[in-house]
């Protein structure tokens, strides 16, 4: 049994280092079309109707962050920032339900 939390383990660093390394590294090379949502709107003609949403002065609006020359930079560091935010708020969740059964 404690082999098999090892390997658990092994497989969760492995996943979380897989992730971080493709939102740090591949990031940078996602297409900058437009979304599909955007795209409907654009179509449609109510895109100069949107508002910016009440986080679009955050350090991470726009899938970068603010503040970096680099783009390359500031998009790795933004994808890297999301995949250890989601891990964070992941974890903290399984660990409450886990506490509650």
Not at 47 to 71: H, I, T
Request: charged share 20%; glycine share 8%; hydrophobic share 45%.
């Amino acid at each position: 049994m404690n082999q098999s939390k090892n390997n658990l383990k092994k497989f969760y660093a492995l996943f979380f280092l897989a992730a971080l390394s493709l939102a740090g590294g591949l990031s940078y090379y996602a297409s900058s079309s437009p979304d599909g949502l955007e795209k409907v709107a654009e179509d449609e003609g109510f895109l100069e109707s949107a508002q910016d949403s009440a986080l679009s002065n955050s350090p991470l609006a726009d899938y970068g962050l603010v503040g970096l020359d680099s783009e390359r930079l500031s998009v790795g560091i933004a994808g890297v920032v999301g995949v250890v935010a989601t891990a964070v708020i992941a974890l903290a969740l399984f660990t409450l339900i886990k506490k509650r059964s």
